[in-house]
């Protein structure tokens, strides 16, 4: 009973029959880098999520510090 369980509450990407082994793989990346981040980041304690939001928010910070300088500093025509 537990171990149909178990394969009944993981239902991942599967091979289709005309299907090449390998290619359900790549078709499915998605799927496995959700999958190892999340193991990942369950045996990081939920440092892994931290540090991609932190990161994340230095490049917005990055982007505007762009946008900033480019408004303050851009050339002025004097005629």
Known sequence: MR??????????PGMEDSEFPGVSQIRYIAYVFSLSF???NDMTGDWLASIHLILFMEQVEMVGLFWLYRKMFRPVSVA
């Open 3 to 12: 171990n149909t369980l178990l394969r009944s509450s993981f239902n991942g």
């Open 38 to 40: 999340a193991i990942l």
